[in-house]
């Protein structure tokens, strides 16, 4: 059950990034309820649309942590998010102890303890010392590397950016309320751009929260360059990938534009935003472009025709900003309360007795297309080969305890990979299988030019038929693999079917 707050001044990125881990919850079979204020038509049309249940509280309880607590505590859930700073310690507590697993997710520490199974905040600046008093079984899933991202912004794994030389298309986000109404301000702002910017294609997304549509609509009308409005966005990661710069508000969204790698000009709408927009622009990954409370015209004029015009700027900008995002992170929270974490990297040559070991198990032998015993000579020559051929990509996966659970294998072509995995025995039939094929393929289609992950299984390994359409992967027919009838499974990597 995820209780988030939500409305005008409180925007709705809680809500959004809550959103993004119940989605992950629920393509590994799970299924959320929302708790939410009622009267924000958008997002709950969006709630129910994804095919979450939703209930409302009336809006003089909505700004009310305690009636949260109470919906929470007569639905009796095994698991509760709370995302919000009006939940503090003694909500988490009192949760808690009724039995109730508490994840909270927060940004600064604005609680003055944290009784709860699991924190996670997703920020640059985060840090352990934030949350000294966590209890001792207490888990923090810290930084950038958790993330939450929405299903729209996955398909763009693998997708490049291109930086063309001068910036011509403009996105502009500045949340799902802009209570201060910056967007009004910004758009005023591009009469200040030199007559050269008269080329620009602006598209305005006002929030479903959005008060300011009327004087919006006056400030398209005035602007000199061409302005789409639109009214709340469902693929707002369509629109990333669309503009060349974007002008947005530095919450949650700041993320997404990192993950798609959009140079972009960071206003702090709230003040719980000024250490993402300060974090992100020393790593370079982003233009802090300080309050809208404190905007300056010119200052900020200037700084988007720096933008515009410095393609090198925006390359390095991109390119700091992606690294930042990997897109695994609504992934890794889903694993972390499922005490799945998971951790991949590449294969070493001290691997090799390992994979011996897994690759001699009777059951890997019986699903192998060649199931005949193996000697070491064999194996430790097939390695090798392996190890040192650049179409070859292998990955270990390791738990939280840095303990081996398996390897995944992919065998590239063109653009295709045939990917074989191999859970070791102490971690099948617990959904470690699903972990490592899921985040292995998210993180090859990241780093190669692959559209395509295909996998062969034996019709009678149900096992392995039940794991890769737990993953996402599709039946695709049948081949013949030495010899054998093998079904055919495949992963479509998106990315080729967007344009840049």
């Known amino acids: 059950m995820v209780c988030a707050e939500c409305g005008v001044h409180v925007g709705t990125g809680h809500v959004m990034r809550c959103l993004a881990l119940a989605q992950a919850w629920k393509r590994a079979g799970g299924s959320a309820t929302f708790v939410l204020p009622e009267g924000l038509v958008g997002i709950e049309e969006r709630i129910r649309a994804e095919g979450f249940l939703l209930r409302t509280l009336p809006k003089e309880w909505g700004s009310a942590p305690k009636f949260f607590v109470h919906t929470v505590l007569r639905a009796a859930p095994p698991i509760a998010v709370l995302d919000g700073y009006s939940f503090g310690e003694d909500e988490q507590t009192e949760l808690t102890s009724a039995g109730i697993q508490v994840l909270t997710v927060d940004d600064y520490g604005h609680a003055t303890g944290y009784p709860v199974r699991w924190v996670l905040n997703q920020n640059v600046y985060t840090a352990p010392e ?62 200040l751009l ?30 000199p360059v061409s302005v789409r409005m639109q009214r709340g966005a469902h693929d707002m990661a369509a629109l990333m990938a669309w503009a060349d710069v974007a002008i947005a ?13 959009l140079p972009s000009i960071l206003l702090i709408v709230a003040e719980n935003q000024r250490r993402i927009a300060e974090g992100l622009s020393q790593l370079g990954g982003a233009v802090n472009a300080g309050t809208t409370r404190e905007y300056r015209r010119d200052v900020f004029a200037n700084e988007l025709q720096r933008l515009i015009d410095d393609s090198e700027r925006r390359q390095t900008m991109s390119r700091r900003a992606r690294d930042l995002i990997d897109g695994m992170g609504s992934e890794r929270v889903r694993a972390a309360l499922l005490d799945r974490g998971l951790k991949l990297r590449p294969a070493h040559e001290s691997d090799c007795e390992l994979l011996f070991e897994w690759a001699q198990d009777r059951e890997a032998r019986t699903a192998s297309f060649h199931p005949a015993p193996i000697s070491w000579e064999d194996h430790g020559c097939w390695f090798r080969e ?20 398996g390897v995944v294998r992919f065998q590239l072509e063109n653009d295709s990979a045939v990917l074989s995995v191999n859970v070791a025995a102490r971690f099948r039939g617990k959904g470690w299988g699903r972990e490592l094929v899921s985040f292995a393929t998210n993180y090859l289609c990241r780093a190669r030019s692959v559209g395509r992950v295909k996998a062969f299984v034996k019709p009678e390994n149900q096992a392995s038929v039940r794991l890769f359409e737990a993953s996402g992967f599709r039946r695709a027919g049948t081949e013949s693999v030495a010899g054998q009838v093998a079904l055919l499974f495949t992963w479509e990597c998106k990315n080729r079917t967007h344009a840049s």
């Open 130 to 191: 934030m949350y000294a008093s966590l209890k001792r079984d207490s888990t923090l899933l810290l930084g950038p590397a958790y993330a939450l991202l929405r299903d729209e912004f996955l398909t763009w794994i693998g997708w490049k950016r291109s930086i063309p030389d001068r910036a011509r298309k403009i996105l502009v986000t500045i949340g799902g309320s802009d209570s201060d109404n910056a967007s009004e301000q910004i758009l005023d702002n591009l009469a």
């Open 194 to 223: 030199d007559h050269s910017n008269r080329e620009l294609e602006v598209i305005l997304v006002a929030g479903s929260g959005n008060p300011h549509l009327q004087s919006l609509q006056r400030a398209l009308e005035r602007c």
């Open 249 to 261: 508000g530095a919450g949650v969204t700041s993320y997404e534009l990192c993950y798609m790698g």
């Open 386 to 405: 392996r190890l040192h051929d650049p179409h070859s990509v292998i990955y270990i996966g390791e738990n939280a305890d840095d303990v081996p659970a």
